[in-house]
T-cell receptor, first 113, second 114 residues
């Protein structure tokens, strides 16, 4: 049973526009969330994280929003660039263990030039 | 600093065989975690080693095992391979316990079981 869900397998966005990637979770005990980006033939790369004591975290073009009551988080990329085209995974640590992450199934983002 | 390396990058095996995959963490990192990625399943946690001890194990059958050596290099072994074991196997290393955002992933080993 997936505790972190990404219901959109793919998303296409025009260059310069905003990309919004969504993630839902079922376990209310999760207190930390991460986003990873993955290019083909490479391992996932850490992008940004958020603690449950916050509802927003920003890093350059990337902002993650957390809505605890809805058990929902989203990653906003503004402005989107063709180099952002990749698979994006949201993840959360299981059992409070930093190195045991449960991942969503990923969303393929395609930024069109 | 060299990143996480995994060998081999690609592997083809037949059902019933066994396979060993290797992971060398970033120099100085003592924690290695293994994940399996299959289409539509995302990444699923296999196990984690820290200082040669298995600290956590995911929900996988006993055919999946691993170990870590004194130099922090890790191996995972899958015995009696099944078609469903075809996947990308990723390892990740991190330096300090409790630091969630410093897991660095290797490029993975693509295993195909025929």
């Amino acid at each position: 049973d997936q505790q972190v869900k990404q219901n959109s397998p793919s998303l296409s966005v025009q260059e310069g526009r905003i990309s919004i990637l969504n993630c839902d979770y079922t376990n209310s005990m999760f207190d930390y969330f991460l986003w990873y980006k993955k290019y083909p033939a490479e391992g996932p790369t850490f992008l940004i994280s958020i603690s449950s004591i916050k509802d927003k975290n920003e890093d350059g073009r990337f902002t993650v929003f957390l809505n605890k009551s809805a058990k929902h988080l989203s990653l906003h990329i503004v402005p989107s660039q063709p180099g952002d085209s990749a698979v994006y995974f949201c993840a959360a640590p299981l059992s409070g263990s930093a190195r045991q992450l449960t991942f969503g199934s990923g969303t393929q983002l395609t930024v069109l030039p | 600093k060299a990143g996480v390396t995994q060998t081999p990058r690609y592997l083809i095996k037949t059902r019933g065989q066994q396979v060993t995959l290797s992971c060398s963490p970033i120099s100085g990192h003592r924690s290695v975690s293994w994940y399996q990625q299959t289409p539509g399943q995302g990444l699923q946690f296999l196990f984690e080693y820290f200082s040669e001890t298995q600290r956590n194990k995911g929900n996988f059958p006993g055919r999946f095992s691993g170990r870590q050596f004194s130099n922090s290099r890790s191996e995972m072994n899958v015995s009696t391979l099944e078609l469903g074991d075809s996947a990308l196997y990723l390892c990740a290393s991190s330096s300090t316990p409790g630091n969630t955002d410093t897991q660095y992933f290797g490029p993975g080993t693509r295993l195909t079981v025929l």
